[in-house]
């Protein structure tokens, strides 16, 4: 989904919670998303995946910008 905007150097995708089968009628009844850190080879390709926030007010898809802290304030 994010090729378009550039090379990818690595995805990480996050669930919430793991689906088994004693949580299933839980998760059936919340709604929960994945998370996908998405680390683009350069800048301009990850700012040009903003394009996905302009799909319409329908898209389950939101792109932010993290950067990591290096832990000092």
Do not use: D, W
Not at 24 to 53: D, G, R
Request: with cysteine; hydrophobic share 40%; aromatic share 10%.
């Amino acid at each position: 989904m994010f090729a378009e905007y550039g090379p990818i150097r690595s995805v990480l995708v996050k669930c919430p919670m793991g689906i088994n089968e004693g949580a299933k009628h839980i998760t059936s009844l919340l709604p929960i998303y994945s998370m996908a850190y998405v680390n683009f080879e350069n800048e301009e390709s990850a700012l040009s995946a903003f394009a996905v926030n302009k799909r319409g007010p329908m898209s389950k898809v939101t792109v932010a910008y993290y950067v990591r802290s290096n832990g000092q304030n």
